[in-house]
Structure formats: structure tokens, C-alpha cells
């Protein structure tokens, strides 16, 4: 991929996956990521809070068997949305959790809503991780939404 902003790469992965509708909180971290997913044409379904808009993409998880896909902004983006992440990992819910990160450069210095989420979600899902460039989060993202319900750990789906 040529492009160095990883929100666009994201949105452009979730469309190719046949991603229809992203669940969010709009917050700064992840703006990339809905002003790619509406251009693309995926439907972005803004709620009030990020443990709705985790339990909207686990609930469309659970109807379609598709999997659901929550985006959330860094820090409480991410903590806010673990409630919806341990009912999606107990019923085998396909999910993908896309949680925004204080930049790179920046890391370390105290940032906005800087925290290791890695540690804060990796025992409730198969996979958590940070990526370290733009190319990187294609190749994550569409990897992510196509394996979400197959392979996992506990069962056949999952977050």
C-alpha cells in the first residue's frame, strides 16, 4: 500500500472485507478512520458512549455472523469498551476492536489518553497488538475481520 495515513488504509481494508457498518464514538484518535470508512461507503453508526457503540458491533455480530466492528478512541475509547469485548469472547462473537494510540513520536511523554491497551485487553481477545506503520494496518485489519470467525482460542469466533 501507498499511503501513509493508516486510518484510510484501515477503512479501505474493512470495505474490501466486505465490512458494511462500524460502530464509534467519534473521538480525535480515530477521525482517519470514519472519514475513511465513509468515503468508502461503510456505514458509520455514531453512539453516545463506547461501551454502546462495543456492544452495537457485538449484537451485529451476534444477528449477522458477520463480523462486527467497533472503532474507539484511545484510553477510556478503549477501557469503555472491555464489557462488550468479555460478552463477545463468552457467546464466540466475531469482532474486531479497533482502538485508537497516542503517536509514535510522542509515546512515553504523557500524551493524550496514552496507556498500554495491548495490556488491557489481551485476555479478552485472540489477538491485541500495536502496529508499527501505515502498511501494517491494512494488512492487520483485513486479516482481523476475515479470521474473527474462524480461529481463536476458545471457539471458532470471537473477538
Known sequence: MDSGNAGELVA???KRAGVSHLFTLNGGHIWPILTGATEHGIRVID?????????????????????????????PGVTNSTSALA????????????????PVARWGMGSLQE??????????????L??????????MAMECV???????????AGP
Open 115 to 128: 496507556m498500554d491497551h495491548v495490556e488491557v485487553v489481551r485476555g479478552l481477545t485472540k489477538k491485541a
Open 87 to 102: 460478552q463477545a469472547q463468552a457467546n464466540d462473537s466475531p469482532m474486531f476492536v479497533v482502538g485508537g494510540r497516542a
Open 130 to 139: 500495536t502496529l508499527g506503520s501505515a502498511d501494517d494496518a491494512y494488512a
Open 47 to 75: 453512539t453516545r458512549h463506547e461501551q454502546s457503540a462495543a456492544f452495537a458491533a457485538e449484537g451485529w455480530a451476534k444477528v449477522t455472523r458477520e463480523c462486527g466492528v467497533v472503532a474507539v478512541t484511545a484510553g
Open 12 to 14: 479501505l481494508a474493512l
Open 146 to 156: 476475515r479470521t474473527a470467525p474462524h480461529v481463536g482460542p476458545w471457539s471458532a
